[in-house]
C-alpha cells in the first residue's frame, strides 16, 4: 500500500509490517533551488547522514552521483557492530522492494526474445491458475492484477524458513479470491511479482537467481549483487537491526531469500550505481525493448518503477523495506542526470524523509535538519501521572508503563520502547523526531496525549480509569 503522510504510529507502530516493501512517495512540492557547487552538495550530505546516524536513525551507505560523476559513496554506522564491522560503499544489503525493477527488466528481455508477451493471459503458462484467463503479464507488473499480498508478519516468523521453491510461495496466495478484478486498479501486492519470478522460472528452465545473475548481473559488473538463500554469511554484508526497548538488536536472518522475486536480491551501492548507468546503453537489452517499464499505468506505476512528476521535476524511483532491518532507496532524475543511492540496515527509519531531505540537499532546495533532542532529569514519580491505555483509533492503543523508574510506551501489537523526558510533560524516542506530551492533567492523571513531529499532529484519549 501507499502512505502518502506517515506520522509516529505509521513509523514505528504500523510501518515495520504494513508498509513492508511498499512504496511512499517523494514530496510533492515545487522546488526553491539555489546554486551550489559539487563540494557543497557533499559536505551537506556527509553532515546530515552523520547526525542522523549519531542518534541511530541512520545506518547504511549512500551514493549521489550527477551528470555520471560521483559526488559522494560512503558508509555510516556498523554492518556488524558486534563484530566492529563499519558500513562502506561496497557493504551488501537486501534491496527489498528494488528487486522488482530487475524482475520486470528480466520479463522485458523474453519479451524481446519472443519467449512471452506481456499481453498473454498467465494461463498460458500456468493452465490451472484460478482466473489466469484474465489475468495477464502486463497486470503483474504494473500491480494491477487484484491478487492479494501473502507477505504478513507471520509469513517471515513462521513460513519462509519452511520455503525451499518458487511453487511453495505461490500456493500461499493462488486460491485466495482476486481483491479486485485485473485491470480495475493498482494495488500494491508483492505476490504479483512472486508470480513473475515463477513464471520467468517455467519459461526460461533456469532458477530466478541464476537468470538475474546471468542476463543481468554478470554483463553489468555487478559482482557483488545476488539471489542467495545464505545472504546473512556473506562477505560483507550487513546484520539487519531493529530498535528493541533502549538499544538496537541485530537480526541475522538467513530466511530474506523468501521474498523472490518481489524482494529477495542484495546489491551495494556502488553496484546499484552501475545498474544504473546501463539502463541508459543497449548493453543489456535494447532501450526500446524495455521502455515500457518508465511507462505509469495506474497511480504512477509502470513495471517494477515509479513515474511521477513533482514541481517541474520527473522522478523514476522505487523504494523498499522489510521487517527484517532492510531498507533501500533508488531515485534517477532522468532530465538532471542525477542519481541518489542508499541503503540502510535499521528497521523503522523515516526513509521517506530520508529520501527527501537528501534530493532536497542536491538541488539545493530547504531541508529539514535532523532534530537532536536532548534528555533532562526528571522526578521519576512524575511518571504515574501518564501510566495508562490511551487511544488513538479503534483497535489502536498506545499503552504507557514504567520500569526501573523509566517511562515506556507499546503501541498495540507492537514493540515496546523508552521515552526520554524533553521537560515534566513532553517526552521523545530516540531513535526518531517525533515526541509526545501528556496534557490535561486531572487529579494526577493525563488523560490525553498529543504528538508528532511539532507534537501537534495527532491525539490519543486516556481509556485506562
Known amino acids: 500500500m501507499k502512505n502518502t503522510a506517515p506520522n509516529l504510529w505509521n513509523r514505528i507502530a504500523m510501518s515495520f509490517f504494513l508498509l513492508l516493501f511498499a512504496l511512499t512517495p517523494i514530496a510533492n512540492a515545487t522546488p526553491t533551488t539555489t546554486q551550489q557547487t559539487n563540494e557543497q552538495i557533499v559536505k551537506k550530505v556527509d553532515a546530515y547522514l552523520k547526525q542522523l546516524t549519531s542518534v541511530e536513525r541512520f545506518s547504511g551507505s549512500v551514493l549521489i552521483a550527477k551528470k555520471g560523476k560521483v559526488l559522494i559513496e560512503k558508509g555510516y554506522g556498523w554492518a556488524d557492530k558486534k563484530k566492529g564491522i563499519i558500513n562502506t560503499a561496497e557493504t551488501k544489503y537486501n534491496i527489498a522492494s528494488l528487486t522488482k525493477q530487475f524482475t520486470s527488466f528480466a520479463v522485458m528481455k523474453l519479451q524481446a526474445e519472443q519467449k512471452l508477451s506481456v499481453q498473454d493471459p498467465i494461463s498460458k503458462y500456468i493452465p490451472d491458475y484460478p482466473n489466469g484467463d484474465k489475468i495477464t503479464i502486463h497486470h503483474l507488473l504494473s500491480l494491477t492484477s487484484g491478487i492479494p499480498d501473502y507477505i504478513t508478519p507471520e509469513f517471515f516468523q513462521s513460513q519462509a524458513s519452511k520455503i525451499t521453491n518458487a511453487e511453495q510461495l505461490v500456493t500461499l496466495f493462488k486460491n485466495k479470491p482476486l481483491q479486485f478484478s485485473p485491470g480495475e486498479k493498482y494495488d500494491y501486492s508483492n505476490a504479483n511479482y512472486t508470480l513473475l519470478g515463477y513464471l520467468i522460472e517455467k519459461i526460461s528452465g533456469k532458477s530466478y537467481g541464476d537468470y538475474i545473475k546471468e542476463y543481468i548481473f554478470d554483463p553489468a559488473g555487478m559482482t557483488n549483487s545476488g539471489y542467495n538463500a545464505s545472504f546473512a554469511s556473506l562477505p560483507n554484508s550487513a546484520i539487519g537491526n531493529i530498535y528493541g526497548e533502549e538499544s538496537l538488536i541485530p537480526i541475522n536472518d538467513p530466511y530474506i531469500h523468501a521474498a523472490y522475486a518481489a524482494g529477495g536480491l542484495y546489491s551495494t551501492v556502488r553496484d546499484l550505481y552501475l545498474w544504473d548507468r546501463i539502463l541508459l546503453t543497449d548493453k543489456l537489452?535494447?532501450?526500446?525493448?524495455?521502455?515500457?517499464?518508465?511507462?505509469?499505468?495506474?497511480?504512477?506505476?509502470?513495471?517494477?518503477?515509479?513515474?511521477?512528476?513533482?514541481?517541474?521535476?520527473?522522478?523514476?524511483?522505487?523504494?523498499?523495506?522489510?521487517?527484517?532491518?532492510?531498507?533501500?532507496?533508488?531515485?534517477?532524475?532522468?532530465?538532471?542526470?542525477?542519481?541518489?543511492?542508499?541503503?540502510?540496515?535499521?528497521?523503522g527509519i523515516d526513509e521517506k524523509k530520508i529520501r527527501n531531505n537528501l534530493t532536497s540537499i542536491v538541488f539545493g532546495e530547504?531541508?529539514?535538519?535532523?532534530?537532536?533532542?536532548?534528555?533532562?532529569?526528571?522526578?521519576?514519580?512524575i511518571f504515574d501521572s501518564y501510566l495508562g491505555k490511551y487511544e488513538l483509533m479503534p483497535g489502536g492503543i498506545l499503552e504507557i508503563t514504567k520500569k526501573d523508574n523509566k517511562l515506556f510506551a507499546q503501541f498495540t501489537g507492537q514493540e515496546k520502547f523508552r521515552i526520554y523526558p524533553l521537560s515534566t510533560t513532553s517526552y521523545f524516542y530516540k531513535n526518531i523526531e517525533d515526541r509526545i506530551n501528556f496534557v490535561d492533567i486531572r487529579k494526577g492523571k493525563a488523560y490525553r496525549i498529543t504528538g508528532g513531529d511539532t507534537g501537534k499532529e495527532f491525539e490519543l484519549k486516556r481509556i485506562t480509569k
Open 285 to 347: 537489452l535494447n532501450k526500446n525493448d524495455f521502455s515500457q517499464v518508465f511507462v505509469p499505468v495506474k497511480d504512477g506505476y509502470g513495471y517494477g518503477w515509479e513515474i511521477v512528476t513533482t514541481g517541474k521535476r520527473k522522478i523514476i524511483w522505487h523504494n523498499g523495506s522489510n521487517p527484517r532491518g532492510y531498507t533501500a532507496s533508488l531515485s534517477r532524475f532522468p532530465d538532471d542526470d542525477v542519481t541518489i543511492i542508499f541503503m540502510n540496515n535499521i528497521r
Open 366 to 381: 530547504p531541508f529539514a535538519a535532523p532534530k537532536i533532542y536532548k534528555e533532562v532529569k526528571v522526578n521519576p514519580k
